[in-house]
């Protein structure tokens, strides 16, 4: 996963992500330019999930 696939998908890579955990407002998807890392970190507290297993979730979608 990198910035650029990212940035392109995210409305849909993010509805995707709050239809498979109900538990995800539209502020812990947010997605700002540069603040990839602000929001893998609010995924990762929100889901209880590593950087690496978020990546792996976000590429199946």
């Excluded at 407002?25 to 540069?34: C, H, N, Y």
């Excluded at 929100?46 to 792996?56: A, D, F, H, P």
């Amino acid at each position: 996963m990198n910035t650029v696939s990212i940035e392109g998908n995210w409305k849909e890579i993010s509805g995707k992500l709050k239809q498979r955990y109900a538990n995800l407002t539209d502020d812990d998807v947010l997605f700002a330019e540069g603040k990839e890392e602000e929001l893998m970190g609010r995924l990762q507290k929100k889901l209880g999930k590593t950087k690496e297993e978020l990546r792996k979730v976000i590429a199946k979608l």
